[in-house]
């Protein structure tokens, strides 16, 4: 005969998780339309947001009810595709990047088949946007480094995301071992970050 011990709030923690995908799915399915699909999903505390290709509408994961809605102009904003996530950063003021999630939690930032990036607070009101330009996309972590890449430039930042380096690659290199890899049009660049590693104390390496 085996006796567990059961923490009763690890037992709640489960049980709320269980309830709260329960009613998100009823949620999803109830308000999936073929003529007018939900595009993409966020659960914010106790509220869960659907984005549709004109407005995002807001559900309290509680009861299922609607809370409110809001509703974009597709002329000036284009159509709402999905919320992001925190692989997208932004550039700041002292050469650090962020990201834009990180950096403010109480945010929604929702891409556009304009190639805009809305920032919504927790009303849906828009309160900054960006053009997908402006920003980096993070690909890849290490222990110690992270890149993030635009274009076919890769700025590579350490752990207080002050930038190590600057090399020419783009989002789909990969790394194996010390070496970084990118593959652009019939060329293979290979980078040993080994050396850009090294160097680190004098100042900003650009390849």
């Known amino acids: 005969m085996h006796i567990w011990v059961i923490d009763r709030s690890i037992l709640a923690y489960r049980l709320l998780l269980h309830l709260t995908r329960s009613l998100e799915k009823k949620i999803l399915f109830r308000d999936q339309r073929k003529e007018d699909p939900i595009l993409g999903s966020q659960i914010k505390g106790d509220t869960l947001l659907l984005v549709f290709k004109n407005r995002v509408s807001a559900y309290s994961l509680l009861n299922g009810s609607k809370m409110f809605e809001k509703e974009f102009d597709a002329t000036e904003?284009?159509?709402?595709?999905?919320?992001?996530?925190?692989?997208?950063?932004?550039?700041?003021n002292d050469s650090t990047f962020t990201s834009l999630i990180l950096s403010d939690a109480s945010k929604n930032y929702l891409y556009t088949n304009k190639g805009k990036i809305l920032a919504l607070d927790k009303d849906l009101n828009i309160c900054g946007q960006f053009d997908t330009e402006q920003l980096y996309v993070n690909y890849l972590n290490?222990?110690?480094?992270?890149?993030?890449?635009?274009?076919?430039?890769?700025?590579?930042?350490?752990?207080?995301?002050?930038?190590?380096?600057?090399?020419?690659?783009?989002?789909?290199?990969?790394?194996?071992?010390?070496?970084?890899?990118?593959?652009?049009e019939t060329n293979l660049l290979e980078i040993d970050l080994s050396e850009l590693i090294n160097l680190e104390s004098r100042g900003l390496v650009t390849r």
């Open 142 to 184: 290490t222990k110690d480094y992270q890149f993030i890449a635009k274009g076919n430039s890769t700025t590579i930042l350490d752990k207080k995301c002050r930038i190590i380096a600057n090399v020419n690659v783009s989002k789909n290199a990969f790394l194996i071992g010390n070496k970084l890899y990118d593959i652009q």
């Open 77 to 92: 904003y284009g159509e709402l595709k999905y919320f992001t996530g925190s692989q997208l950063y932004a550039s700041s």
